[in-house]
Each structure stands twice: as structure tokens, then as C-alpha cells.
């Protein structure tokens, strides 16, 4: 086994240790079949849910070797949807049948099919577009949701994904939120305008602020630089050239883009020191790196959410 091999076994061995469980009391598990394949979902609703009023959903997708169990302890999203009145949709990824890292009966490799990279998902082509397009459907059947009002958010893959559902459900998605991500669709061409809040660290060594070869990439492969996912839905959506610039807390930077088509905004949170984490969030294990609390990665992305739906 490859240095490389062994430290992603030891990651999805983690992630498998602090959240081999099922879900809370609740949560629905949930299960469908996507382009011959069956898949699930963990579905969390809040006390409100019973009032027949429609409810905004956030999907919330988990990074590689997580799982939807991973990511709701890691974002901390149904304590926040329970409080602020709105649905989450936790996927899981997918895996191959024959080749997964198998751990304690539990967990397996999941990952999404984000666009050029990486692992099984995106190798074989995997529909995840298709699958969330029909998770929200599902959801739809079971309460009513605010149709201006589904976001999708993740962490690095989950965020690729995040992105890759702004680039080809914009007419789902009226904004995303990705936490250490990369735009990684290749033609990325939204009919319609996404809102986008990106946060990320200097000190991310897994897909790196500024581009290149992250910690676990296949040989050779290298992360676009953060700058040109922003620089791109700027255009995409038809920002005004000039930012606004602050800093809401120490370390931080915000570079927010307004003035967009059809209300839409664009806002980079630059977290200085900040590495490969959920910010304000559980860090699941201490393989993992350090969260920085300079923010609290949940409530900023709600709060965006909440100010910016579809028109």
C-alpha cells in the first residue's frame, strides 16, 4: 500500500470510527434509484415542518471518504435548520461494489462526481446531477418545499459538486455555498443566475487557495486556483466589477460581489491560516486538520441563503 493509500484508508477509517451510527431520532432515511443505481439520503426536519407551509431546503453534501452522517455532525445543519425553520438533505456519494474501502461494516469511499476530479464517481460517469435533481423531488412528494428557495453547500468533493449543481441545475438551485472546494466543471454554462458564497483557508493543503496538487489527488492533477471560480460566477452572473471589501472578524477577508443578475451575489470569505476544515464546526477526528473558529461556517451560510432566493 502507497504512502498516499494508507493516509485515505486512515481518513475513511476516522470518519467511520466517530460516525458508524444511523440516524438521530427525526431524521428519515430515505432511498432511490438514480440511472440504475440506487442511492439514499438522510432528511431532517424541523419542528415546523407540520404547519403545511412551504420549507426552504439545503442539500448538504459531504466530502470525499464522508458520508451524510459525517457532514450532519460535521455542519452542525440540523441544529441550525431546527432553530431558523427549513429542511436538509443530507446524499451520500457513491462507491464501487467490488474495489471500496469496507471499515467496521459501516463506512465506505464515498465521492462525487464533480467534474474532472477525483476518485470512482467521476470515473464512471457517475449521474449525481440526476440524483440530486431527484432527492429534491423526492422531498417535494413528502412536504412542500419553497421551490425559490433550495440551496445546495458542501465540503472540498461536496463543494465540487456544490458547484458542478450551480453549473447544470440553476434552475433548482437558487444559490450554493462551498467550504473548500473548486470549480473543477469543465463548460460550465448556467442558464440562470447562482448566488455563490465560497470560504476558504490560506493554509489548505487539500485543495490549496491558490491552485495546484492538493494532499490526496491522483498524480499530476492540480486544483484551479480559488480566485478563478470567483472571478468566473462574477461574469456568470453579471456582477458589478468593483467589490465591496471588509473583514467581519479577525483573519478574515470578504470580498462580495453585488449589483448581479436577477439579485443574485457572489461573497468570498479568505480565512487567513485557515486550513482544510468546516470553520466553527466538529473535526470529526484528530486526523483531520484543525477547525478554525475565526467563523462559523453554518449560520454564514444560512444567512446568505435566506437573503438570496430565486427571484
Not at 137 to 155: C, M, N, S, T, Y
Not at 208 to 225: A, D, I, K, N, W
Not at 258 to 274: F, K, T
Request: proline share 7%; aromatic share 8%.
Amino acid at each position: 500500500m502507497t504512502a498516499r493509500a494508507l493516509a485515505v484508508t486512515l481518513l475513511a477509517l476516522a470518519l467511520a470510527l466517530a460516525l458508524a451510527g444511523t440516524a438521530a431520532a427525526g431524521d428519515v432515511e430515505r432511498r432511490l434509484t438514480v440511472d440504475g443505481r440506487e442511492r439514499s439520503y438522510l432528511l431532517h426536519l424541523p419542528p415546523t415542518s407540520g404547519s403545511g407551509e412551504p420549507l426552504p431546503l439545503v442539500v448538504v453534501l459531504h466530502g470525499g471518504a464522508g458520508n451524510a452522517w459525517a457532514i450532519r455532525k460535521q455542519t452542525g445543519f440540523c441544529e441550525e435548520a431546527d432553530w431558523r425553520g427549513f429542511a436538509v438533505a443530507y446524499p451520500n456519494g457513491s462507491h464501487s461494489a467490488v474495489a471500496s474501502v469496507m471499515l467496521l461494516g459501516q463506512a465506505k469511499f464515498l465521492v462525487w462526481n464533480g467534474g474532472s476530479c477525483c476518485g470512482w464517481a467521476t470515473e464512471h460517469a457517475v449521474d449525481d446531477v440526476g440524483f440530486v435533481r431527484a432527492l429534491v423531488e423526492d422531498v417535494a412528494r413528502q412536504l412542500p418545499i419553497d421551490r425559490k428557495r433550495v440551496f445546495a453547500a458542501g465540503i472540498s468533493n461536496g463543494g465540487m459538486m456544490s458547484y458542478r449543481l450551480a453549473c447544470e441545475a440553476s434552475d433548482v438551485f437558487a444559490a450554493v455555498g462551498v467550504v473548500s472546494g473548486a470549480l473543477v466543471s469543465p463548460g460550465c454554462a448556467p442558464r440562470k443566475p447562482v448566488s455563490v458564497i465560497h470560504i476558504h483557508g490560506t493554509a489548505d493543503t487539500y485543495v490549496p487557495l491558490r491552485g495546484g496538487p492538493g494532499r490526496f489527488t491522483p498524480p499530476g492533477y492540480e486544483y484551479p486556483p480559488t480566485a478563478s471560480a470567483i472571478a468566473f460566477w462574477r461574469a456568470a452572473d453579471g456582477c458589478d466589477s468593483a467589490p465591496s471589501l471588509s473583514s467581519p472578524a479577525a483573519g478574515v477577508r470578504l470580498t462580495r460581489y453585488q449589483g448581479c443578475r436577477g439579485g443574485a451575489a457572489v461573497d468570498y470569505y479568505e480565512l487567513e491560516g485557515g486550513g482544510h476544515s468546516w470553520p466553527g464546526g466538529d473535526r470529526l477526528s484528530l486526523i483531520l486538520p484543525p477547525v478554525s473558529h475565526a467563523i462559523a461556517a453554518t449560520p454564514v451560510l444560512w444567512e446568505f441563503f435566506a437573503t438570496h432566493p430565486k427571484p
